[in-house]
């Protein structure tokens, strides 16, 4: 299994980045996504993570109402639309897939058994 994280980028504050990332197994609908981010000198922590098949979703707090993860099965590909971002926000973000997880690890970087190199989100104040 492969994980490709892309779309992060350089942005004012208040503007907008599309994160994706595009897998490798050919039962994507069965996995669990996630996004994670990681920040100079913190530890690994939640962003977002969508159920297998689609619909439901689950955000960390920090994010509530500012993004939105979403999946294309069909493109083996999840996505996390970034809006109103914030200087914090700054981080290399990693999206991360597992099979077995259930809801009360969705948070957990712990859990997920695959990851994505990273992209790096930048934004300015």
């Not at 669990?32 to 689950?58: D, L, Q, S």
């Not at 939105?68 to 981080?91: F, G, H, I, V």
Request: hydrophobic content about 35%.
């Amino acid at each position: 299994v492969q994980l490709q994280a892309s779309g992060g980028g350089l942005v004012q504050a208040g503007g907008s980045l599309r994160l994706s990332c595009a897998a490798s197994m050919r039962t994507f609908r069965d996995y669990v996504m996630g996004w994670f981010r990681e920040a100079p000198g913190k530890e690994r922590e939640f962003v977002a993570a969508i159920k297998r098949g689609g619909g439901t979703t689950y955000y960390a707090d920090s994010v509530k109402g500012r993004f939105t993860m979403s999946r294309d099965n069909a493109k083996n590909t999840a996505y996390l639309q970034m809006n109103s971002l914030r200087p914090e926000d700054t981080a290399v973000y990693y999206c991360a897939a597992d099979r077995s997880l259930i809801l009360s690890e969705y948070r957990s970087p712990n859990g997920y058994h695959y990851w994505g190199q990273g992209t790096q989100v930048t934004v300015s104040s």
